[in-house]
């Protein structure tokens, strides 16, 4: 490995903006995440996160590259690397080198600690690479660990065909009740984020401001990367979502609905919508985003139409759509200093207490 690193002329470069391009189009080619994307960091940027993209090249190709997000606090901050590194899969050997550049931006940015959540799933190489450099198990992840990934690359018919019948009636019942379909516009906003407010209260999640869900539909609506979809009947918005694709990949990452009229299955058809949506932009699977990660660790348990509370309800939804559960290879932190970890960590959460363990500003 190292006498292949001595023959590459390699190069560690901060990216700017000038090369933004260069940058998403090595990270779409090689198949990462969106939270990998030069839009991304932009995004939090306006959140209280300062993105550093930095990228390791051979004569100006890109071999790998890390978007990490640093959090400022008064005297320190601490860093998230969401879904990343992205490493060329030939170039497996370069990731040292890359992440040494990485403790060594944030060394002197006065990092306490670097949380990792590599783009993989449980059993690949990223926990066995990570633990070799220094990296130890965090004790939760900030994304979910586990999801429900859709196949949608075939007709629309054959993923009709694969969806628990319930599902699939329910779809076709919200089209026969006269629930209809649209993209939503910047003016909707309000209307989403007070259907996204009545879903928090009801189901008992953390939300954002309403700024936060309008910039990220505005950066990603830009390239057609990000629609607003909401569900109609007779004439009033009773649900909402806003789905994301990057790549050959789709998500689903924020949606909302109504208490009133949920009988006529708005969300079946929305969820239908989108996928449609990221089958006609090219893209092979469609996330679903967040299951309980029971399911994702050791299955559906046979018990789960009587669970109650976490996402269960959720889970139920979700299953119907034919996809199949995933558990990704979880989070890594590596520690710069301990003492400032173990307050972090042990004391802040007992002072001031957060939504489901994590700190609001991941």
């Known amino acids: 490995m190292l006498d292949s690193l001595f023959r590459k002329k390699l190069t560690i470069r901060e990216i700017e903006v000038v090369d933004r391009e260069k940058w998403d189009s090595f990270v779409e080619g090689e198949g990462a995440h969106i939270l990998q994307s030069y839009a991304w960091g932009e995004f939090k940027s306006q959140f209280g996160w300062n993105p ?39 170039q497996r050997e370069v990731l040292s080198v890359l992440l040494g550049a990485v403790h060594r931006a944030l060394r002197r940015k006065l990092c306490i600690f670097l949380r990792v959540e590599p783009d993989g799933e449980e059993g690949s190489e990223w926990g066995e690479e990570l633990s070799r450099l220094g990296f130890r198990p965090a004790a939760a992840t900030v994304q979910p660990q586990s999801t429900i990934l859709v196949d949608v690359q075939d007709p629309a018919e054959v993923l009709l065909g694969r969806m628990k019948p319930k599902t699939r009636y329910n779809i076709g019942l919200a089209q026969k009740k006269g629930v209809a379909v649209r993209e939503g516009v910047e003016a909707d906003f309000s209307e989403f984020y007070r259907l996204l407010e009545e879903t928090s209260r009801r189901d008992g999640f953390f939300i954002r401001s309403e700024d936060y869900y309008r910039q990220a539909w505005q950066l990603f609506s830009l390239a057609d990367r990000c629609r607003l979809l909401l569900a109609t009947f007779n004439g009033q918005v009773i649900a909402g979502l806003m789905a994301f694709v990057w790549g050959k990949r789709a998500w689903y990452l924020y949606g909302a609905s109504s208490q009133e009229q949920r009988e006529v299955m708005p969300n079946h058809l929305l969820q239908w919508q989108a996928m449609l949506w990221a089958k006609e932009r090219g893209c092979t699977t469609y996330d679903l985003w967040g299951i309980p990660d029971e399911v994702g660790r050791v299955g559906e348990p046979q018990d789960f139409m009587e669970r109650k509370g976490g996402l269960w309800g959720v889970y139920r939804f979700k299953r119907g759509f034919g996809g199949h559960a995933v558990r990704s290879a979880g989070a890594f932190d590596y520690i710069y200093s301990r003492l400032g970890y173990w307050v972090l960590m042990e004391l802040a959460p007992r002072l001031r207490p957060t939504v489901s363990g994590r700190w609001e500003g991941w």
């Not at 890390?66 to 969401?82: D, W």
Request: aromatic residues 6%.
């Open 52 to 90: 550093l993209r930095l990228a390791v090249e051979d004569e100006g190709r890109i071999l790998a590259a890390a978007q990490v997000l640093i959090r400022p606090l008064p005297i320190a901050s601490f860093a998230y690397l969401p879904k990343g590194p992205v490493v060329a899969e030939s």
